[in-house]
């Protein structure tokens, strides 16, 4: 069974940092593209950042770009999004997915992890 | 970045009754590269429909997609009380954008 488990969500301080984790069981990691998608309190979805399987190409949302860094490490399963000089906007529960490969998008979701963003 | 725009925002209908959302891309989607999610509160996505109208493993046959270019529709046959819930479109042919949401509510 497919199992995304996020963690390393929290309340930060605007300016803070955190890094939030994605670890993956039930597949074999290491062939499949990762996202981190978010959804702020109330609101949609947002596409957050990408990375390539073998770890080797990130992409980013342009509100991101800059702050926030995916990375992945395949020996362990796991996958990570650094998110730092937080905003208030940045507050949302952010979930990692798996895309699925050739025509199939994200195919299947973690819970989330919340991260609040408040002085 | 190409926007998507889902309409109506919520949508009241009876179990039974047909649901028919729409979604409709700034630019035309490459290759149809066009998915619907469905969301429950407090729960993740669900992905039920991608490349427009092939569904997605174990989701029930009345729900099905169809659309191509800049306009697209998720249909819902005959509503069970599962299914009210907040649906997404979302294109994965130019980067990956998401819709703002369509409430499907009880009536």
């Known amino acids: 069974e497919v199992q995304l488990v996020e963690s390393g969500g929290g309340l930060v301080q605007p300016g803070g940092s955190l890094r939030l984790s994605c670890a993956a069981s039930g597949f074999t990691f290491s062939t499949y593209a990762m996202y981190w998608v978010r959804q702020a309190p109330g609101k949609g979805l947002e596409y957050v950042s990408a990375?390539?399987?073998?770890?080797?190409?990130?992409y980013y949302a342009n509100s991101v770009r800059g702050r926030f860094t995916i990375s992945r490490d395949n020996s362990k399963k796991m996958l990570y999004l650094q998110v730092g000089t937080l905003r208030i906007e940045d507050m949302a529960v952010y979930y990692c997915?798996?895309?699925?490969?050739?025509?199939?998008?994200?195919?299947?979701w973690g819970q989330g992890t919340l991260v609040t963003v408040s002085s | 970045e190409i926007v998507l725009t889902q309409s109506p925002g919520t949508l009241s209908l009876s179990p039974g009754e047909r649901a028919t959302l729409s979604c409709r891309a700034s630019?035309?989607?490459?290759?149809?590269?066009l998915a619907w999610y469905q969301q429950k509160p407090g729960q993740a996505p669900r992905l039920l429909i991608f490349?427009?109208?092939t569904r997605a493993t174990g989701i029930p046959d009345r729900f099905s997609g169809s659309g191509s270019g800049t306009d697209f529709t998720l249909t819902i046959s005959r509503l069970e009380p599962e299914d009210f819930a907040v649906y997404y479109c979302q294109q994965y042919g130019n980067s990956l954008t998401f819709g703002g949401g369509t409430e499907v509510e009880i009536k």
């Open positions: 997915a798996r895309e699925g490969g050739g025509v199939v998008p994200l195919d299947y």
């Open positions: 630019q035309s989607v490459s290759s149809n590269y």
């Open positions: 990375i390539s399987n073998n770890g080797g190409s990130t």
């Open positions: 490349r427009a109208s």
